[in-house]
């Protein structure tokens, strides 16, 4: 198992625990941003609300996940899955890390909304 | 503009784009991409300028003439670009392009592509998960 594998299989298992703490402290640099086309958000305190509290909120709880394509260099990670949660039903994830002294410094995520990634990748 | 400015990552964007359809890769090497750049897809990693050039000279003749491009969703920060973007041209029809634009120095350092290619077996190159 590669470096990133590795990584991204400890990373959805803190999820899956929901020890947000772990998450934070073992993967998430001290500057880690989280970016996406909807918000931004800076630091630690930030990420861990949303991850343990917004984000489940919105979604509910997540019925399963299949990544479809994965790719990593000596500092990235890149991939898709489609993620089947209870509240939004099924939308495909597309998340890239880029990570900097083993955390993730930058965690960026190029998800739509089910409804708004349907209507632009429709003409696929 | 050359390098990158937090607030103008539009700016910054356009220029990109005025590259590419002006076939300038050295311009664009030179101004938009940092000298230790690597761009990560799931169809290949290129580290530095000579892959870069190798990789945006191979892309751009194998794309037929560009019939549309349009812009769909875009965001930046003090150090990132993301956006999503369709590319049509008269070979591969209609691509969607999910990019990220890390950057260091003003100039991208990282550029990490999510875009899916019609016709490319990602299963064979080993980017498609199999378990």
Do not use: C
């Not at chain 2, 311009?27 to 945006?56: C, S, W």
């Not at chain 2, 003749?61 to 369709?86: Q, R, W």
């Not at chain 2, 899916?116 to 990602?122: A, G, K, S, T, W």
């Amino acid at each position: 198992m590669s470096w990133g594998q590795k990584f991204l299989e400890e990373h959805v298992g803190y999820l899956q625990k929901q020890d947000f703490d772990g998450l934070m402290e073992n993967h998430y640099h001290e500057d880690a941003e989280l970016v996406t086309f909807e918000f931004v958000l800076k630091g630690k305190d930030a990420i861990k609300q949303y991850l343990a509290v917004d984000q489940p909120a919105q979604s509910g709880k997540v019925l399963g996940m299949t990544m479809n394509h994965y790719a990593e260099s000596d500092d990235v990670i890149i991939f898709t899955a489609t993620v089947n949660s209870q509240k939004l039903g099924v939308f495909i994830a597309r998340d890239a890390l880029y990570v900097k002294d083993g955390k993730v410094l930058r965690h960026i995520a190029l998800t739509l909304s089910p409804d708004n990634d349907k209507k632009i990748y429709s003409v696929m | 503009m050359g390098k990158f400015e937090p607030g103008k990552g539009k700016e910054f964007y356009k220029e990109q784009l005025g590259y590419l359809a002006s076939n300038d890769i050295e311009g664009m090497l030179k101004n938009h991409y940092h000298e230790d750049a690597v761009m990560v897809t799931f169809d290949g990693i290129r580290r530095g300028h000579d892959e870069l050039r190798n990789y945006f000279v191979n892309t751009l003749a194998s794309m037929g003439k560009i019939t549309g491009l349009s812009t769909e969703y875009f965001a930046e920060t003090e150090d990132v670009i993301i956006f999503k973007a369709t590319v049509t041209d008269e070979k591969r029809g209609p691509v969607k392009a999910d990019n990220a634009l890390y950057f260091r120095d003003g100039k991208i350092y990282r550029h990490l592509a999510l875009t899916i290619l019609p016709n490319f077996d990602y299963k064979k190159f080993g980017t498609a998960w199999t378990e």
